[in-house]
Nanobody, 124 residues
Framework: VQLQASGGGSVQAGGSLRLSCAAS???????AAWFRQAPGKEREFVAAMRRGSGTTHYADSVKGRFTISRDNAKNTVYLQMNSLKPEDTAVYYC???????????????????WGQGTQVTVSS
């Protein structure tokens, strides 16, 4: 599966961005997620939407501000980011997981397919 992430950019604190991740083929049978990596830090979980049930999971740091969604007809997953903070600055990656193990939904090494990343910069 080829993944193409887009929608990153530079915004001021309090602003919004919507990231998109288009897949080259159907991904409805996979869990979709977004991760991010800031300079000098490890890649961290942001949000996930499980296959089937569509249950969502969020990192505590983004809960209430970010929303993950997916359009299976378009093979696309989205991340709506509101009330952005400077600490949200990072490269954001979309990822898909074939196994969809609930206990591992936040684990980087659980995911099988990754997009190339899109930069999000939030200035104060």
């Amino acid at each position: 599966v080829q993944l193409q992430a887009s929608g990153g950019g530079s915004v001021q604190a309090g602003g919004s961005l919507r990231l998109s991740c288009a897949a080259s083929r159907g991904t409805f049978s996979m869990t979709a997620a977004w991760f991010r990596q800031a300079p000098g830090k490890e890649r961290e979980f942001v949000a996930a939407m499980r296959r089937g049930s569509g249950t969502t999971h969020y990192a505590d740091s983004v809960k209430g501000r970010f929303t993950i969604s997916r359009d299976n007809a378009k093979n696309t997953v989205y991340l709506q980011m509101n009330s952005l903070k400077p600490e949200d600055t990072a490269v954001y990656y979309c990822a898909f997981d074939m196994s969809s193990i609930l206990s591992r939904v936040r684990e980087v090494d659980e995911y099988d397919y990754w997009g190339q990343g899109t930069q999000v910069t939030v200035s104060s």
